[in-house]
């Protein structure tokens, strides 16, 4: 089993930043791709940016391209997510997961792991 734990979220103005933090515990040997999700109230769960186990390759939606940043850091067990120029459209609760090694997923169904979520409200 994995455990993740999403850090970082809060109430941001437009044209603001923030940074999310995801730790991953438990069986994490294996090798995870790790990505983020986020849903906002009345609204499916939608991808927003995905990352290979060793960090070499990242995917991302078209709404936050060029706007936010996946990264990783393997010896700490974590995951984050840079997010720039953030606008209304981006609030919502946002979850880190993760899926089996090479999945390179967008889908919710491609990922085995959740955390709790952290929300994250930014106002006009």
């Known amino acids: 089993q994995v455990q993740l734990v999403e850090s970082g979220g809060g109430v941001v103005q437009a044209g603001g930043s923030l940074r999310l933090s995801c730790v991953l515990s438990?069986?994490?040997?294996?090798?995870?791709?790790m990505g983020w999700f986020r849903q906002a109230p009345g609204k499916e769960r939608e991808f927003v940016a995905g990352?290979?186990?060793?960090?070499?390759?990242?995917w991302y939606s078209d709404s936050v391209t060029g706007r936010f940043t996946i990264s990783r850091d393997n010896a700490k067990n974590s995951v984050y997510l840079q997010m720039n120029s953030l606008n209304p459209e981006d609030t919502a609760f946002y979850y880190c997961?993760?899926?089996?090694?090479?999945?390179?997923?967008?889908?919710?169904?491609?990922?085995?792991?959740w955390g709790p979520g952290t929300q994250v409200t930014v106002s006009s």
């Open positions: 997961a993760a899926a089996l090694y090479g999945t390179y997923g967008r889908s919710s169904d491609d990922y085995k792991y």
């Open positions: 438990g069986r994490t040997s294996g090798g995870y791709d």
């Open positions: 990352i290979s186990w060793s960090g070499g390759s990242t």
